[in-house]
């Protein structure tokens, strides 16, 4: 009897000692799998490439430096936000007037610090939507950008002597000009007329269509492409 107890006392000892390496196991097993997950969204991050018709000329905008870093890391063929564009457009003139560009008061807008925003609101690129606010997550359309891009054109002539858009604007072609809004007329107009910018097609202008990542690095690495 004592015997029989003794070989089941040592079978028990066995079983734990077994079961606590499995648990010692499965927790290394669960490290391992925690950096096989972080491996796949390197992959997943790797796969975030741009559209086929987009790639060449994306391609030449990293090469000249155009594609810096955007606040959420979006996808080429997301939607472009407020601030992500002023990252765009604030890269573009640095590169292209090949300095620094100063900013304004870290607290102009109480919603960001992000700083190539106050770079480009320094420059009178960017607009705040009031009360202080720049509304940095919302995204941008096309006459929106078309503005900022337009009073970006104005700096490059300010400060390089070169006039990126030398014909007068007309916006008469485009067949929904009723929506283009006031104060985006001149910019769309310009734009259009100097082939920097041009409409969704020969004759609609698409004023409030919204504009993805990948639209808005080439429209940057034309203006810089014209300005160099």
Do not use: C
């Given at each position: 009897m004592k015997i029989y107890r003794k070989i089941l006392l040592t079978a028990i000892a066995a079983a734990m000692t077994f079961q606590t390496t499995a648990m010692a196991w499965t927790a290394q097993k669960q490290d391992l799998t925690q950096v096989e997950v972080v491996i796949d969204e390197n992959v997943e991050l790797s796969?975030?490439?741009?559209?086929?018709?987009?790639?060449?000329?994306?391609?030449?905008?990293?090469?000249?430096?155009?594609?810096?870093?955007?606040?959420?890391?979006?996808?080429?063929?997301?939607?472009?936000?407020?601030?992500?564009?002023?990252?765009?457009?604030?890269?573009?003139?640095?590169?292209?007037?090949?300095?620094?560009?100063?900013?304004?008061?870290?607290?102009?807008?109480?919603?960001t610090t992000n700083?190539?925003?106050?770079?480009?609101?320094?420059?009178?690129?960017?607009?705040?939507?009031?009360?202080?606010?720049?509304?940095?997550?919302?995204?941008?359309?096309?006459?929106?950008?078309?503005?900022?891009?337009?009073?970006?054109?104005?700096?490059?002539?300010?400060?390089?002597?070169?006039?990126l858009t030398p014909l007068i604007g007309r916006v008469e072609k485009f067949t929904d000009k009723a929506d283009i809004s006031d104060w985006a007329m001149q910019s769309i107009g310009e734009l259009a007329e100097n082939g920097i910018m041009n409409g969704t097609s020969d004759t609609t202008a698409s004023p409030k269509d919204s504009c993805t990542v990948e639209q808005s690095i080439l429209l940057i690495y034309r203006v810089y492409n014209s300005a160099i």
């Open positions: 796969g975030n490439v741009p559209s086929d018709w987009a790639k060449s000329e994306i391609d030449l905008a990293v090469a000249a430096g155009l594609v810096p870093n955007l606040t959420g890391n979006p996808k080429y063929q997301d939607t472009i936000t407020r601030e992500q564009f002023a990252e765009l457009v604030s890269n573009m003139l640095e590169k292209i007037l090949n300095t620094e560009i100063d900013s304004a008061p870290s607290d102009t807008f109480t919603d700083i190539a925003v106050l770079k480009a609101y320094k420059y009178g690129v960017v607009n705040g939507v009031g009360d202080h606010l720049f509304a940095p997550t919302d995204t941008t359309n096309r006459e929106q950008i078309a503005a900022m891009v337009f009073r970006a054109t104005e700096v490059i002539k300010e400060n390089t002597g070169k006039d």
